[in-house]
């Protein structure tokens, strides 16, 4: 049997068709694995004004069910033979005769079969269902209060081979008639069985399918591009974006005075991709021409209208931007600077001007230790978010940092601070271009720093899923910028850096705010690694070292270690020697001289073999896997090599074995005692370097 099921509404949210279908497809294949129907494919479809789905090869009939149920013990079930009432309403739950009950291990079973119902009488609820339980943001209701949905559904189409189910839902009654293009075929159109849904739509101006309709915009935009020697930009998400916007997409090739190139690429791909949803085209150089191509949603006779509206939509647009341009640049960055002493960055944390300050006050006490250029790292520091105060990035907010370093460009500063200033606001979040430069990773890692001490300090810790101030995106952000530069710099230096600018500016910053900012960063970054494939245990692990590198370095190769044959009984060891040599009162190295066992000797004599493949792991680890952002996939590299030093950490476990079992550490004699805590001790530090095995269960 073949099943249609369509929900057809008013216009969705272009960023929901994707989304909403997903969602569709989902809880369907839930709902019949729990309804025991069986069906070969399950396919997908959405338009801006349906979300639909075809399931072919589904069964006629649920499967059979024939399962075995516990009931109460058979002692309650049965006194002298006789059924109580708990045996007779177990059975009567499970719709069986009580002399059917059996016993068993001493509880009563129930073997019970379940034939099942026809798909004809199980579909019309499972459909209402799944249709009520799709995501709804922002929910709305209409007519005499139906919904809750996320747009008014307007019609529903429901067909078993062929025939109408009897389905209502949101205050609709399925039938077998759809409606195809809104302007193009707006009359009604009946539909005769699933397989024909996607060709009857394509008759109706409606090309169902997202990917075949996002295959035929690529084709469209890059066929007029191609026709005149150019090339069209793409951007995934505009791509994903007009594909939920249109039904019968058709490109329309656009022209704009060639007087606004005179701004910069990224002012105009952000006037046509953000504001307009337009696609650039860029010539044989790489620059952006005076073409662009609108995606319309019409027949080609009505194009050339199309294409003289899309014009004079984008003409407002650039002309403004071209004015901001020009008038921005009449003022040098550092006055735009001074305009963010009006600028409120968060009450109780003062403003940009502030900001910027506290910033530039610790770069300038951790420039040196990253090995920054000074003098670049300075000046960058002076002109830090200037561009907030320009007109351009007022209007267009996501230009900020590019439009700073535009306009340090055209007023003659450095072009090494002109990169700084753009890459002082990368990345935002999980997602977008890491800074490159020292300087501007440097800017960018301290200014993320300031903001979540400063929040963290007010108390303004997120809260389950509440963020109100995006601090897990900022620490996103600073984890992956501190993790692809792999700077020798602790995590807790940086931070202690902008909590020292907070007590310059005026703001006294506890140790307890410190430390929760940080073991929020660390969240964020296990979290990260976990995402890419690291267990989790290995990634806690690894948070000993101090740096972020240094957690995702450690995290690999605990990970590594733990795959070894012989580390279940090694990390057990290690456990209990770590847990005594908290007992050590003293610092000393333990003192050969005071052994008085051949086991004491035998661990002696392998720490430095131990120590040894501790410190090579570390040094191949870090020529195999170097810095990497933390938000990418893991580096695939062959860990080959790192096996001969794990076999050396991994010959810690016969000594200490042979020491745990036949040594009592705690023994009166102090000087003796505290020796061999001293020896543990030297035993935990030794593997800890890599990372804490404790943690990792055991």
Do not use: C
Request: no cysteine; proline share 6%.
């Amino acid at each position: 049997m073949d099943l249609l099921f369509e929900i057809g509404t008013e216009e969705l949210p272009a960023w929901y068709v994707t989304e909403g279908l997903e969602a569709l497809k989902k809880r369907t294949a839930e709902r019949l694995l729990a309804a025991r129907l069986e069906y070969e494919e399950l396919t997908g479809y959405a338009t801006p004004r349906r979300l639909a789905l075809v399931v072919t090869g589904l069964a006629a009939h649920q499967a059979r069910l024939e399962e075995e149920r516990r009931g109460p013990p058979a002692r309650v079930a049965f006194q002298d033979g006789k059924p109580t009432k708990a045996a007779e309403g177990f059975a009567r739950k499970n719709g069986v005769r009580v002399e059917d009950l059996y016993e068993r291990d001493g509880y009563v079973y129930a073997r019970v079969v379940d034939e099942g119902r026809p798909a004809r009488e199980v579909l019309p609820k499972l459909l209402a269902e799944v249709a009520r339980e799709l995501p709804a943001p922002k929910p709305m209701r209409w007519g005499h209060g139906e919904g809750p949905f996320i747009r008014p559904v307007r019609w529903l189409v429901a067909l078993l081979d062929g025939e109408v189910l009897p389905l209502e839902v949101f205050g609709v009654r399925a039938g077998r008639e759809t409606r195809g293009h809104r302007f193009l075929h707006p009359g009604l159109l009946a539909l005769q069985d699933a397989a024909s849904y996607v060709t009857a739509l394509h008759e109706a101006r409606v090309v169902v399918d997202p990917e075949v309709r996002r295959e035929r915009i690529i084709t469209e935009a890059a066929t007029l591009a191609l026709a005149e020697g150019l090339e069209v930009v793409l951007p995934k998400d505009l791509l994903e974006e007009v594909t939920g916007l249109v039904e019968w997409p058709v490109g329309v090739m656009g022209r704009f005075d060639e007087r606004y190139l005179e701004l910069p690429d990224e002012v105009l791909a952000e006037v046509m991709i953000v504001h307009q949803r337009f696609f650039p085209v860029r010539g044989k150089d790489g620059r952006l021409t005076n073409r662009f191509i609108g995606i319309a949603n019409h027949l080609p006779d009505h194009l050339e209208t199309v294409r003289r509206g899309y014009e004079g939509v984008l003409e407002g647009r650039l002309a403004d931007a071209l004015f901001f341009w020009r008038a921005d640049l009449k003022t040098p960055l550092a006055e735009h600077r001074a305009r963010l002493k009006g600028i409120n960055f968060h009450k109780g944390l003062g403003t940009m001007w502030d900001k910027t300050e506290r910033v530039r006050r610790a770069a300038e006490a951790l420039g040196e230790a990253v090995g920054a250029d000074l003098g670049v790292l300075r000046e960058a520091a002076g002109l830090l978010r200037a561009d907030l105060g320009t007109q351009m990035v007022y209007e267009f907010p996501e230009l900020e940092g590019i439009m700073a370093r535009a306009y340090a460009e055209r007023q003659g500063v450095d072009p090494r601070v002109a990169r700084a200033l753009e890459e002082a606001v990368r990345p935002q979040g999980g997602s977008g271009a890491l800074p490159e430069s020292t300087e501007g990773a440097l800017l960018s890692v301290l200014d993320k720093a300031d903001t979540l001490v400063g929040f963290f300090q007010l108390g303004k810790t997120p809260s389950g899923s509440a963020d109100p101030f995006g601090l897990r995106r900022v620490a996103v952000g600073l984890v992956r910028v501190l993790g692809a530069m792999g700077w020798d710099l602790p995590l807790g230096k940086v931070l202690e850096a902008a909590a020292e600018s907070y007590r310059a500016w005026g703001l006294e910053v506890e140790e307890a705010a410190l430390r929760t900012a940080e073991g929020f960063v660390l969240e964020r970054l296990e979290g990260l690694l976990v995402e890419a494939g690291l267990p989790v245990l290995a990634v806690r692990a690894a948070e000993v070292a101090p740096t972020v590198y240094g957690v995702m370095l450690r995290a690999r190769l605990v990970a590594q270690l733990a795959g070894e044959p012989e580390f279940a009984g090694l990390q057990l060891l290690y456990k209990r020697a770590a847990n005594l040599a908290r007992e050590a009162s003293g610092v000393h190295a333990p003192d050969p001289a005071l052994f008085q066992t051949p086991e004491e000797a035998a661990l002696y004599a392998v720490l430095p073999r131990v120590e040894a493949g501790v410190a090579r792991l570390l040094e191949l680890g870090t020529e195999l896997m170097p810095p990497w952002d933390p938000a990418a996939p893991l580096p695939r590299v062959g860990l080959e090599p790192l096996a001969a030093p794990l076999r050396e950490v991994v010959a810690l476990k016969d000594a200490l074995d042979r020491f745990l079992d036949n040594v009592l550490v705690m023994v009166d004699d102090p000087a003796v005692r505290e020796n061999r805590l001293a020896l543990l001790r030297r035993v935990r530090d030794a593997v800890r370097r890599l990372g804490a095995l404790e943690v990792l269960g055991g």
